[in-house]
């Protein structure tokens, strides 16, 4: 049967192998990437594949892609979120975001939360959310916490409450992680019974980690990523197997192809996606 898989940043990295992967099989693939550079190349390499530009920082441009979406493709069974960029400094979007904020956070949520619909009418739906799920949080278990899987949680909660568009002190390594933890918090909130939700931590895989960084940095992770990064052709197979047959439970973590703990703390949870509903709404930050 055929399926319907969305990958944002579905051009390049983990992304662009999902998709290849996938129409390759013979199931419709939508890509969506900034660049029309990108989506070339992408077409070139995978012609059955569907190319969407869309600038995803832009929260306008994020609603227009669902609005698209829905009407193309009433039935979606995977949605996968892999659109993502490193900000070595802190760049604000047109619409006053924080970068990092705006594509890892916002735009995720407002995908998943767009697309609930076309992914409630596929079989086995399933969202895939590549992140760095399990680098922080609140703690294992207990009372008031939602969690999944094995293994170790981090420790410190990552948001940052006061300054979640990280005005002062802009730290890029912050921003992402705090970008991990609004995925886990946002996984915790979605609450589908049919759509599993998954948070996959790839944790370090071949796929132009250098590109951001300036000299001598730059050498350096190009090196620790020949020495020590998964190739993508080997860290995507665990991923498809997950689209393949989604896990049983609403939410699942996992890092490199093994579950682990995911606790949050369900106050928290509430707190943070009533922020992110409210900006979405709003527009503002
Ligand atoms: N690679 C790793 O070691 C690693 C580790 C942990 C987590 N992850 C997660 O895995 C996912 C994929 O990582 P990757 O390394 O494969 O990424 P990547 O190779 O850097 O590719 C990023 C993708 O995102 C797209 N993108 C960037 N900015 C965009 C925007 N504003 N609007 C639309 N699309 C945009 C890019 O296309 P354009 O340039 O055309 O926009 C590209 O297709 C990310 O979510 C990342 O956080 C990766």
Redesign the pocket.
Known sequence: MTRTIVI?????????ALARHYAQRGDQVVA????E???RRLREEVPGVRFIR????SLRQSSDLVERLRTEHPVVDALV?????FNPTRVETEEGFEHTFA??VLNRWLLAEGLRGPLEKAAAPVIIN???AGQGGAGKGGPGKRGAGKGGAGKGGLIRWDDLQFKDRYRAVAATMQGARASELLGAAYASERTKYVLY?????A???HEPFGQPLRSLVRVASAVF?QP?AKAVRPIAALIDQPPAEPLTAWKKGKIIDLAVDLNEVRRFEETIRAMAQSGLP
Do not use: K, Q
């Open positions: 944002t940043g579905g051009t390049n990295g983990i992304g662009r969506v990437g900034s660049s550079d990108g989506g869309a600038d995803l920082s979120l892999a659109a993502f960029r594509l890892y590549l992140c760095g931590n790839p944790v370090f895989v796929t132009g980690l990064a993508v």
